[in-house]
């Protein structure tokens, strides 16, 4: 009986240690740099198209730059916010009008605006895969967060046939 709960207990160990093991390695998508070029570039086409000057920023599933394109006379500060708004979404996987928003009308999510990094103006979309979040665009420079997040929509939509 006793050799028999200990053969028990070796084999749960065993399958144990070979589930753990199996959990070691992930496969994640992620954002390529063709696919991030592309990517800023609609962004930044659409809102020079309705006579927006901006910067479209588009980072990977962890927030790290991948591509970067600045529209004609659009303003310094444009750089660094839509890094900002890109790495915000990425991070929190949703868009940072949402969270703006929320954070607006939720004062438990007040403290969203703390974190360091985040930067909470509309302008920032994740870009998924399904329900996977690979990356995300930020845009910083036309007259309003709203406008920048049609423009990073718009973006993305002209590149959804590649995010399969």
Known sequence: MHNR??????????LIATAASAEGVR?????SLDLANQIAAQTVATCTANGYNVTATVVDRAGSVRAVQRA?????????????KAYT???????????????????????????????LLGGG???????????????????????DEQCAVAGIAKVQDLLK
């Not at 004609?72 to 900002?84: C, F, I, K, V, Y």
Request: charged share 10%.
């Open 27 to 31: 496969t994640e998508k992620n954002m």
């Open 72 to 84: 004609d006379n659009a303003g310094p500060h444009t750089l660094e916010a839509s890094r900002l």
């Open 5 to 14: 709960l200990a053969s028990a207990a070796a084999l749960t160990l065993s």
């Open 125 to 147: 979309v994740p870009v998924k895969v399904g329900n996977e979040v690979i990356g995300a665009v930020g845009v910083g420079g036309a007259p309003g967060g709203h406008l």
């Open 89 to 119: 979404s990425a991070s929190a996987k949703n868009t940072t009008l949402a969270m703006m928003e929320g954070a607006q009308k939720n004062p438990a999510a007040a403290n969203l605006v703390n974190i360091p990094g985040y930067l």
